[in-house]
């Protein structure tokens, strides 16, 4: 199929590329032009403007994945609502509030075209890994984009369809919202095993044994424990971590709802107590797990 990948960043770049290499024709677009080299240096058709980017398109239905900010979003919706055609798919596939589908769809469909919603999991590993992606929108245009999410989620992620538009956004922030709370887990109990009774216990080897077959073994703690591996004392990383809305989002949507999310909310804490110097070894093993699963900084 023939798609735009409109902004290359850590997660855009490999979306593209993982496309590319499943035979699907990408077309590259980025506000920075080096990232648009980059891209074609993989096989991507590079374009520096909307306006090359539509121009790309002949007898195919115009397709467009946006992987910005949330912030960005809607502009970047009505700037390329002002090129395409009628007909075309439009997909979010960025960290967006789920409160705010109906108004951008509702921008998107009075242009005669579609939005879909596709929360999108994977990180930095998905390239390898294949990523998770989840579909709120109108069914035909998802069905439309299918072989799309197909080649994204190969080998081992996945993909599927929850419903009308903002569906996906809420299924993914939900997602986001439970990690915080198994990263914060994680990063407790591995402090109370360095500060704890016993002394010296070695981190990394606590966590290789607790990726064998253990009830918590997980990709985040096979990724915790090659952090550990790799600066037992996590020297460098100051223990601040950034927050980047979705729990934020779930916990007002929880409130609404007369929902309790403890856990949620426990963790959401400590992570805005960080940003005003409240760290630990705690928090810096919650810096270094984002940095390996996202390629987040590692310091503010």
């Not at 395409?84 to 409160?99: E, T």
């Not at 779930?250 to 107590?273: M, S, Y």
Request: aromatic share 8%; glycine share 12%.
């Amino acid at each position: 199929m023939k798609i735009v990948i409109s902004g290359l960043g850590r997660m855009g770049m490999q979306i593209a590329e993982k496309l590319v290499k499943d035979g699907h024709d990408v077309i590259a677009h980025n506000r920075h032009s080096d990232k648009v080299d980059t891209a074609v240096g993989f096989g991507a058709i590079g374009v520096y403007t909307k306006e090359d980017a539509v121009a790309q398109f002949h007898d195919e239905q115009h397709i467009v994945w946006i992987m910005l900010p949330a912030e960005v979003v809607e502009g970047e919706l009505k700037s390329w609502l002002e090129l395409l055609p009628s007909g075309s798919i439009l997909i979010d596939g960025g960290n967006s509030d789920f409160r705010l589908a109906n108004e951008q769809a509702k921008l998107v469909s009075d242009h005669g075209s579609q939005l879909l919603d596709v929360g999108t999991s994977g990180g930095i590993l998905g390239m390898k890994d294949g990523f998770c992606m989840m579909a709120g929108g109108n069914h035909d245009a998802f069905i439309t984009i299918e072989p799309i999410l197909r080649s994204l989620s190969q080998p081992r992620g996945g993909y599927d369809y929850f419903g009308e538009v903002g569906a996906g956004h809420y299924v993914k922030m939900v997602h986001n919202a439970i990690e915080y709370g198994m990263m914060e887990s994680l990063a407790e109990g591995y402090r109370m095993l360095r500060e704890g009774p016993y002394k010296g216990i070695d981190l990394a080897k606590a966590g290789d044994v607790w990726q064998k077959n253990s009830i918590v073994s997980s990709t985040l703690n096979r990724l915790t424990a090659e952090a550990l591996h790799e600066s037992p004392e996590l020297e460098g990383i100051e223990g601040y971590v950034a927050e980047s809305g979705e729990a934020r989002w779930t916990l007002e949507a929880a409130k609404t709802a007369g929902i309790p999310l403890p856990a949620i909310q426990a963790a959401f804490d400590v992570r805005v107590e960080s940003q005003a110097g409240k760290v630990s070894y705690a928090t810096k093993l919650l810096a270094a797990m984002r940095n390996k699963f996202g390629g987040h900084q590692l310091n503010k």
